[in-house]
């Protein structure tokens, strides 16, 4: 089914996205705050819109995919913002990894106009969105999902789908702060290793022949050999979702004291110069302070 989308944010990973979007036959409009980014879609054939509304508008699907719940209210709100264009019946998709506060609320603001809402955050790399292999957590009312489907199948190679788009928000976080406590408890070990002069390949090479693998340490172990800390997921994106997540837990009163840690040691690596690094750089932080110990 050709769709006529309108994508709003293409960053990082949303610009991928929307080329698979592109590319897989859909009339695709796009718009982002510079509009340098859409160059290669229009180039291809997309359209670009002067506003965030004018994207939004008479489309069968919106999608935004920005880097924050700020962001998404950015894009939202005001007169030009998409909520102004969305009429009964139309479907809004957010792609962003924005909080379950930030579902409820856009969720309470599409119904408020008729439209329905898909939480739809999204795991995998700007590798991954490249070559459509994202893995999706959908949530939202099961015709808005269904609207939604042949967009989203084209972009990923998984899709995990819930009725609640809260839920779908909040199963982001728990991915990714399981992630985080991995990373850093990653770069903690092999600046404790080299520290007693273990290097970091072979500590990496035991550790995956462990029943602790994880293709994450062979990744990321890699990158901090080379010290190639090109972000592909950033310390500043790492450290906004474990707040997110302490977010979460504060309003279902869950104690989360290992992502309280985490969050600290991505602050920590994101003051010191690191926050547009890939978050394999945690692991410079640690090899920094065994330094001046």
């Known amino acids: 089914m050709r769709l006529r989308i309108g ?6 990973i949303g610009e991928p996205i929307a080329n698979n979007l592109r590319k897989a036959g859909h009339d695709l409009t796009v718009w982002n ?31 935004t ?10 894009v939202l709100e005001g007169p030009d ?18 909080g379950v506060r930030a579902a409820r609320s856009v969720s309470e603001r599409a119904a408020a106009r008729g439209a329905g809402f898909v939480a739809c ?15 999706l957590v959908a949530g939202g009312p099961a015709v808005a999902r269904e609207r939604a489907r042949p ?39 092999l600046a404790l290793g080299q520290a007693g002069g273990v290097p970091v390949a072979k500590l990496v090479e035991v550790l995956q022949a462990s029943s602790f693998h994880s293709p994450l340490y062979l990744m990321k172990g890699e990158l901090v ?6 972000p592909r997921f950033a310390i500043a994106l790492a450290e906004k979702d474990q707040r997110l997540a302490q977010e979460a837990a504060a309003d279902l009163g869950a104690k989360t ?37």
Do not use: Y
Request: glycine letters at 8%; one cysteine or more.
């Open 7 to 12: 994508f709003v944010g293409l960053g990082t």
């Open 33 to 63: 705050r510079t509009p340098s980014k859409a160059a290669h879609i229009v180039s291809k054939g997309g359209k670009l819109a002067g506003s965030a509304r004018e994207c939004a508008t008479g489309r069968d699907l919106v999608i």
């Open 65 to 74: 995919c920005v880097s924050d719940e700020k962001a998404l209210d950015t």
């Open 81 to 98: 913002g998409v909520l102004e264009a969305l009429r009964d019946g139309d479907v809004l998709v957010d792609m962003s990894t924005a």
């Open 121 to 135: 955050p999204v795991l995998g790399s700007r590798s991954a969105a490249e070559q459509a292999q994202l893995v």
């Open 151 to 189: 967009a989203l199948h084209a972009v990923s190679a998984r899709i995990f789908e819930l009725e609640d788009a809260a839920q779908a928000a909040l199963m982001k976080l728990c991915v990714n702060a399981i992630g985080g406590a991995m990373i850093t408890g990653f770069g903690e070990a």
């Open 225 to 230: 050999e080379r010290r190639d800390w090109a």
């Open 257 to 293: 004291p290992v992502n309280d840690t985490v969050r600290r040691v991505f602050a920590d690596a994101a003051q010191s110069g690191r926050a547009d690094k890939d978050i394999a750089a945690v692991a410079e932080l640690f090899f920094e302070w065994v330094a001046k110990t």
